[in-house]
């Protein structure tokens, strides 16, 4: 467990030192121990974003523990750490209004520093309808807001809010590496790689997955299609921020690709980041319009005719 600590502090040092900063972390820890260093981390990791001290924090990664900022951040009363955690103990204690007062002053500016951290603290505890209401901040968050969330189980929050986030798992035990270990194929894994390669024959992909979505008169198997493709994007994502990592392997937590092959490799070669959001945003506005409009048959053509401007 020590080493998987030492892993995300020193990921983190790089991404303060290049003042690349994604809008949202998880930092989960299942075990009891887990839970406090990912609340150790959180705070660490809020500090340095709140530091003034540029200079510092371009050279070594972390907060400088001088400055202004720095000294208000190690007396807990940084106007621009924003701690939101449940009132009681227990599932869903973390109510909706809790995350009300949270988004209601989400787009005041911060006060002392460049950017407002935003710690959730213990999300497992958040209600599905709280999930719901932040979702939409955490996917379209104002330019100034890091959101950093703790979270003792990943599979007690929604998938949306987790592909959102970089993730770190604070435990690290045999059995997760045995999971690891494993080799799964992921659902519609050909045809995922198919659709992100440069040359594909958008037109057979397609003619292949209606066969299979047509089938069934509901939209869930679409659904789930489009969500497999985020998922996939999203790990590119994080494999381009962490490839240059040499402990690349144990950081990056794949939600959709088992790990690092060289198929991926090749993905995060031919996808700029921009890309990457482009496309992310594109199907999340086919799986809305899925709730409005009713023929998925057409949702798909138009999504499979869009990918062309897309490489
Ligand atoms: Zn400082």
Do not use: W
């Not at 709140?50 to 190690?74: D, F, I, M, P």
């Not at 995350?99 to 002392?112: C, K, Q, T």
């Not at 299979?212 to 869930?220: A, P, Q």
């Amino acid at each position: 467990m020590g080493s998987q600590l030492k892993i995300a502090k020193d990921i983190i040092k790089e991404m303060i030192k290049s003042d690349k900063i994604p809008g949202a972390f998880i930092f989960e820890g299942t075990q009891n121990a887990g839970n406090y260093l990912g609340s150790e981390i959180s705070c660490i990791l809020a500090k340095s974003i709140v530091c003034q001290n540029t200079n510092h924090k371009r050279k070594y990664g972390e907060s400088c523990g001088a400055c202004e900022s720095c000294l208000k951040a190690e007396k807990n009363i940084h106007p621009d750490i924003i701690v939101s955690e449940a009132d009681g103990d227990g599932s869903l204690s973390f109510h909706i209004d809790k995350v009300r007062e949270l988004i209601n002053g989400l787009y005041l500016a911060p006060n002392d520093s460049d950017t407002k951290v935003y710690i959730i603290k213990d999300m497992q505890n958040m209600t599905p309808q709280g999930q719901n209401a932040l979702l939409k901040s955490i996917e379209e968050p104002p330019p100034f807001v890091v959101f950093i969330i703790t979270v003792t189980d990943c599979d007690l929050i929604l998938e949306t809010v987790k592909s959102r986030a970089v993730k770190f798992t604070l435990d690290y035990n045999n059995s997760t590496i045995d999971d690891k270990s494993e080799i799964k194929i992921p659902e519609y894994g050909d045809i995922i790689l198919d659709i992100l390669s440069e040359n594909s024959d958008k037109l057979t992909i397609y003619q292949k997955l209606s066969a299979k979505f047509f089938e069934k008169t509901d939209k869930s198997e679409i659904l789930r299609f489009y969500s497999h493709l985020e998922n996939a994007l999203r790990d590119i994502l994080i494999a381009k921020i962490f490839m240059t990592y040499e402990n690349k392997n144990e950081l990056i937590s794949f939600l959709y690709f088992s790990d690092l092959n060289s198929e991926v490799k090749k993905l995060t070669n031919l996808y700029s980041t921009k890309k990457i959001l482009n496309l992310s945003k594109k199907i999340h506005e086919y799986k809305a319009n899925l709730d409005y409009n009713i023929n998925t048959r057409l949702n798909l053509i138009s999504f499979f005719s869009s990918l062309g401007n897309l490489t």
